[in-house]
Every structure is written in structure tokens, then in C-alpha cells.
């Protein structure tokens, strides 16, 4: 079987009614990106980004995967297919993806605030524990907080990405903008012969100087078309 990776971002979602970061109207002209996903704005008002969290939280119960997420998930059918997503949703394993990566963390889960990246302190929540309060605690006695990697913090499963991109026949890039590193550097560990697609409405820059196959159109529709195209290359 042939291996694919699918680089997602936040436009994976769009068609869910999950805003976008970037764009205009989304959530970092919203929310000042320094309050609410940065270390530093955790320290200064913990309560403002533990209630902006619950909130998104709390929106994964009134959205749906949509045909895009299918589209990926049906992939298995064929390909080997691992998901590196920067989305912190869990769209894609609802729509039926039983290999992501999360680079940026997950909403489903809380960690401590000490030791955010200690796997014994990383905990799923259950739909009825989505609200995180002040003095709710992790394992280890410390403030619980968001499992989401925060600017300026590592990232720590992009070691493990980095290995799946470099072993794949196929990357397709879906929704992302590709202005967050590390991980639009994931491109740089493709092999010479590995196909690029990349699938987004906008014009996006890939910051790679390799042929890249674009179908500039929203996922669900992309992917359609990339499935015609995958059939008959
Ligand atoms: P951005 O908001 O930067 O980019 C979203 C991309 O989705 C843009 O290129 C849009 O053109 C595209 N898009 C919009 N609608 C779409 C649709 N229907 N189908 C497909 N694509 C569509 O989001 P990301 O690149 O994901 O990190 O941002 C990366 C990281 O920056 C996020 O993971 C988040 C953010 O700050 C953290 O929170 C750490």
C-alpha cells in the first residue's frame, strides 16, 4: 500500500463552522492571539483563557466532520494514511481516522500546568467535564490547563510527524497557510519523488521550492477532485 500524509489546518474545518485563524473575520482578529495562545497571556489571566478554551470546547458539540474529513478518512480504503493535523478539533477522528497526529494539542484534553507535556498528567475529558474552573487540578496538584500547544512552546510531536512525512509516496497539504512553524517545515522532509498536492481556496505561499500540485478550491470539493485525480495518475 502506498503511504500518504494529509497536512491539515484550521481551513480543514472551515466547512464545519469552525472559524479560521487568518482570515479575515477569524479568531485571531477575534481574540488577540497573545492573550489566548500564548504562555505568557496564561500567566496574566489564566480565567480569560481557561473560559476562551471551554468555549471552543463546548462549540465541538454542536459541529459535525464534514465531507472533507470523510473524504480523508475514506482514504484508508486504499493508502496508508496517517493525518498531521495543526487543528486541535477532533473532527478527523469522528469522520473515521484511526492514525492522527495533533500537532497543537487537543481540546478534548487537559493537562497540568506544570508539566503539560508529562504523558501521565494528560487526561480526555468527558462531554460533561468541558468546563475547566480555576482550582480544578491535574494529577500533580497544579492548575489544570488546556492540552494545546501555545506559542513560543515546543512541539512535540513533530519528530514523529517529520518521520511519516519522510516516508511517504504522497502529502496532501489541506486548509492551512502554512505560516506556523514548525510545522509548515514538515515539506522539507518529503522525498524527492513524493507527490504534493495542495488543497485551499486562497493562494497560498509554500515556503519549498518543489513542484506542488495545487487544486485551489474548499476541502470537501478538493478533495473530490483530488480523488479523480489519484485515480487516474
Ligand atoms: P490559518 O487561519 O492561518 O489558515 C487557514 C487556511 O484555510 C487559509 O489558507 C484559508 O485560505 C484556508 N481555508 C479557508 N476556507 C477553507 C475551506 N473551506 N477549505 C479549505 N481551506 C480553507 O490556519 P492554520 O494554517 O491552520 O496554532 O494556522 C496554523 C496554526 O496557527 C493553528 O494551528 C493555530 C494558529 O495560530 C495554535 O493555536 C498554536
Same mark, same amino acid.
Given at each position: 500500500? &502506498?503511504?500518504?500524509?494529509?497536512?491539515?489546518?484550521? %481551513?480543514?474545518?472551515?466547512?464545519? %463552522?469552525?472559524?479560521?485563524?487568518?482570515?479575515? %473575520?477569524?479568531?485571531?482578529?477575534?481574540?488577540?492571539? =497573545?492573550?489566548?495562545?500564548?504562555?505568557?497571556?496564561?500567566?496574566?489571566?489564566?480565567?480569560?483563557?481557561?473560559?476562551?478554551? *471551554?468555549?471552543?470546547? &463546548?462549540?465541538?458539540?454542536?459541529?459535525?466532520?464534514?465531507?472533507?474529513?470523510?473524504?480523508?478518512?475514506?482514504?484508508?480504503?486504499?493508502?496508508?494514511?496517517?493525518?498531521?493535523?495543526?487543528?486541535?478539533?477532533?473532527?478527523?477522528?469522528?469522520? #473515521?481516522?484511526?492514525?492522527?497526529?495533533?500537532?497543537? #494539542?487537543?481540546?478534548?484534553?487537559?493537562?497540568?500546568?506544570? $508539566?503539560? *507535556?508529562?504523558?501521565?498528567?494528560?487526561?480526555? +475529558?468527558?462531554?460533561?467535564?468541558? =468546563?475547566? @474552573?480555576?482550582?480544578? &487540578?491535574?494529577?500533580?496538584?497544579?492548575?489544570?490547563?488546556?492540552?494545546?500547544?501555545?506559542? #513560543?512552546?515546543?512541539?512535540? $510531536?513533530?519528530?514523529?510527524?517529520?518521520?511519516?512525512?519522510?516516508?511517504?509516496?504522497?502529502?496532501?497539504?489541506?486548509?492551512?497557510?502554512?505560516?506556523?512553524?514548525?510545522?509548515? #517545515?514538515?515539506?522539507?522532509?518529503? @522525498?524527492? @519523488?513524493?507527490?504534493?498536492?495542495?488543497?485551499?481556496?486562497?493562494?497560498? &505561499?509554500?515556503?519549498?521550492?518543489?513542484?506542488?500540485?495545487?487544486?485551489? @478550491?474548499?476541502?470537501?470539493?478538493?478533495?473530490? =477532485? +483530488?480523488?479523480?485525480? +489519484?485515480?487516474?495518475?
Amino acid at each position: 500500500m &502506498k503511504k500518504i500524509v494529509v497536512l491539515t489546518g484550521a %481551513g480543514m474545518s472551515a466547512e464545519s %463552522g469552525i472559524s479560521t485563524f487568518r482570515d479575515a %473575520g477569524g479568531l485571531w482578529d477575534q481574540y488577540p492571539v =497573545e492573550q489566548v495562545a500564548t504562555p505568557e497571556g496564561y500567566a496574566a489571566n489564566p480565567k480569560l483563557v481557561t473560559d476562551f478554551y *471551554n468555549a471552543r470546547r &463546548k462549540q465541538l458539540l454542536t459541529v459535525e466532520p464534514n465531507e472533507g474529513h470523510r473524504l480523508v478518512a475514506a482514504l484508508e480504503k486504499e493508502y496508508e494514511v496517517t493525518v498531521v493535523t495543526q487543528n486541535v478539533d477532533n473532527l478527523h477522528e469522528r469522520a #473515521g481516522s484511526t492514525h492522527v497526529i495533533h500537532l497543537h #494539542g487537543e481540546l478534548t484534553k487537559v493537562t497540568s500546568s506544570q $508539566n503539560p *507535556n508529562d504523558p501521565r498528567q494528560i487526561r480526555e +475529558l468527558l462531554p460533561e467535564e468541558y =468546563e475547566i @474552573k480555576i482550582g480544578d &487540578k491535574a494529577a500533580d496538584g497544579s492548575q489544570l490547563r488546556p492540552f494545546i500547544v501555545w506559542f #513560543g512552546e515546543s512541539v512535540p $510531536n513533530i519528530e514523529v510527524a517529520a518521520d511519516y512525512v519522510g516516508e511517504a509516496d504522497i502529502v496532501i497539504i489541506i486548509g492551512t497557510s502554512l505560516n506556523v512553524y514548525p510545522a509548515a #517545515g514538515l515539506l522539507y522532509y518529503t @522525498k524527492d @519523488k513524493t507527490d504534493i498536492y495542495l488543497i485551499d481556496p486562497a493562494e497560498v &505561499k509554500v515556503p519549498y521550492d518543489r513542484y506542488v500540485h495545487v487544486i485551489q @478550491k474548499g476541502a470537501s470539493e478538493g478533495m473530490r =477532485e +483530488l480523488n479523480d485525480l +489519484l485515480r487516474t495518475t
